[in-house]
């Protein structure tokens, strides 16, 4: 028992040293953004679990459109072309 549950966490903790270029989302804003991202690994800039533009979202589309070309975090991925 005790040789197995240790098993199961060194094979839990390797798994978290890989990135994932893989985007398993069903969203397709998120598939999306994965293609723009050319398959780099999204939780360089993002936290697993966290909202992706933190609590303050604006509600307003152009004040979204606005934040993400001017926030550093997201200026590079979002930058105009």
């Known amino acids: 028992m005790l040789f197995s549950l240790s098993l199961l966490l060194c094979f839990a903790s390797a798994s978290f040293a890989f ?5 398993h989302s ?6 999306k953004m994965h293609k723009a991202l050319q398959g780099r690994n999204c939780f360089a800039c993002h ?8 609590k303050g979202v604006p509600k307003n589309r ?16 979002h930058k105009k072309k």
Do not use: I, S, Y
């Open 26 to 31: 069903k969203n397709p804003a998120m598939v």
């Open 62 to 77: 152009e004040a979204q459109l606005q934040r993400r070309e001017t926030d550093p975090l997201c200026f590079e991925c």
């Open 47 to 54: 936290k697993m679990g966290e909202k992706l533009m933190g």
């Open 19 to 23: 990135q994932c270029n893989e985007c």
